[in-house]
């Protein structure tokens, strides 16, 4: 079946620095999705991509979708201890999966005060 | 404000018992979803319904069974629950392309 691969697994950085994470895949995807997952609850959706090449922003993050249509990207710039959490890509594609989304495994981020 | 909610957050039983695991929708979406999460790791899909009466199982075998008889409701019950059943179990809807994700259940079985 479709498969996303998600790198890094985890990441420790500095606060301040920037971040970035992507998502593979051997399938082409119509939509790419980055959600969040604070410790203890659901994750949350940041940034929907729908058009292959497109490049959105949501404050500090940034995402790409990839223009083969197989990757995506997000950038975190200016990392704070809040940015805690676990990163999950998703893609979905209308006429695979019976339509659902298919996650990634997620990047978990630890931020050093 | 939360527009999908489970219930309970926290459940610790004892093995053998029946449970079941209530999930909200105020959204009016069709399609819901259930996933099964240990800590920090990725999420499997047990179940999804894409309507009323509809129900299939996802790609994670899950002795749990659901039922859609409403719209806006879609639990999940353990006839019998193991020690193995313990994760965190995550519900979601969705109209077309993103999902909402309620807040999830922590269950514990002893």
């Known amino acids: 079946g479709q498969q996303l691969n998600q790198s890094p697994q985890s990441m420790f950085i500095q606060e301040g620095e920037d971040v970035s994470m992507n998502c593979t895949s051997s399938?082409?995807?119509?939509?790419w999705l980055w959600y969040k997952q604070d410790p203890g609850e659901g994750p949350v959706l940041l940034i929907a991509l729908y058009k292959a090449g497109e490049l959105t922003s949501n404050g500090r993050l940034t995402a790409q979708f990839g223009i083969t249509r197989k990757d995506s990207f997000l950038n975190i710039s200016a990392s704070i201890p809040s940015d805690v959490g676990i990163y999950f890509c998703?893609?979905?594609?209308?006429?695979?999966?019976?339509?659902?989304?298919?996650f990634g495994k997620g990047t978990k981020l630890s931020v050093k005060p | 404000e939360a527009d999908i909610y489970q219930t309970p957050r926290y459940l610790v039983i004892g093995t053998g018992k029946k449970i079941t695991l209530e999930c909200s929708q105020t959204m009016g979406h069709d399609k819901m979803y259930w996933y099964q999460q240990d800590p920090g790791m990725e999420l499997h899909l047990i179940h999804y319904?894409?309507?009323?009466?509809?129900?299939e199982k996802g790609d994670l075998s899950s002795e749990s069974t659901v039922s859609r008889i409403r719209t806006e409701h879609f639990p999940l019950t353990l006839e019998s629950a193991r020690p193995s059943h313990t994760s965190q179990y995550l519900c979601?809807?969705?109209?077309?392309?993103?999902?909402?994700f309620g807040s999830g259940t922590r269950l514990t079985v002893v």
């Open positions: 319904s894409y309507g009323v009466n509809s129900t």
């Open positions: 998703a893609g979905l594609n209308y006429g695979g999966s019976q339509g659902n989304l298919i």
């Open positions: 979601a809807s969705s109209r077309s392309f993103g999902y909402t």
């Open positions: 399938s082409i995807f119509n939509t």
